[in-house]
């Protein structure tokens, strides 16, 4: 516990020092990783220096080992990884979605979690037992007002389900999916990320995954490869 305490001290001493990766709001549309380097929060490197520019309705798959940095540049997008240097610019006003590979499901209703993090009171129920549906989940649907630990009711399938869901009913601009699938199988990832373009074709889709078969559902692709002096660097491919 003083362990976590003190890393939790060294988090904000990082980002009140504002030496670290910089959040800033200065585009008019896109996302531009604009020479980002990341770190561990014992200093060790992480990620090279990196850069990338990323458009309203394209879609990007970030591929690369496990362990080599992929969830800590969204974390990095998010503002909520200060370990590290050079810029993220994200358009003014953008309303974003990050959807994890274990998705947060608070204790409740199952219509406030479906919601989560906006209101239950939103959505209609209806309109919920439809993005129930669409995801493959309508055996729930006469279960909304149900209280539960749903983190241990659902399988962790359900889960992910369930957060694709969260997706349809608040139509982000900007969606983020680090492994967001991870427990499905490859039937049922392409089944939601075709649903995700034909639902969700304005938003721009950003992806962290490792099957090659997700590549057919995005435009661009960057992969994070060793450099010429040892260090991880994202790259177009």
């Known amino acids: 516990l003083l362990g976590f305490q003190q890393a939790i001290d060294d988090a904000r001493t990082e980002m009140r020092s504002k030496t670290g990766v910089q959040q800033i709001r200065d585009t008019e549309s896109d996302l531009v990783i604009d020479n980002v380097s990341l770190a561990l929060p014992n200093g060790a490197p992480l990620l090279a220096p990196s850069s990338a520019t990323i458009k309203p309705g394209e879609s990007w798959l970030i591929r690369g080992p496990s ?12 503002g909520i990884w200060p370990f590290g240097t050079g810029r993220v610019r994200l358009p003014h006003n953008p309303s974003a979605l990050f ?11 199952l219509r406030e979690v479906i919601a989560y993090p906006a209101p239950d009171e939103k959505f209609s129920g209806e309109i919920i037992r439809e993005a129930l ?43 983020f999916l680090d492994e967001a699938t991870s427990s499905l199988d490859e039937g049922a990832e392409q089944q939601l990320y075709r649903l995700l373009k034909e639902k969700l074709p304005q938003t721009t889709i950003v992806s962290i995954g490792h099957r090659s078969t997700l590549q057919a559902f995005h435009t661009h692709l960057l992969e994070l490869k060793v450099d010429g002096h040892g260090s991880r660097v994202l790259a177009p491919a």
Do not use: C
Request: aromatic share 10%.
């Open 67 to 78: 362990g080599s940095g992929k969830s800590t540049l969204f974390r990095a997008i998010a």
């Open 99 to 109: 959807l994890p590979q274990r998705p947060y499901l608070p204790i409740g209703t």
């Open 133 to 175: 549906a669409t995801v493959g989940l309508q055996h729930l649907a006469g279960r909304l007002d149900e209280q539960h630990n749903w983190s241990m009711q659902l399988s962790p399938g359900e889960q992910q389900r369930i957060a694709f869901a969260r997706a349809f009913l608040q139509q982000p601009a900007w969606l």
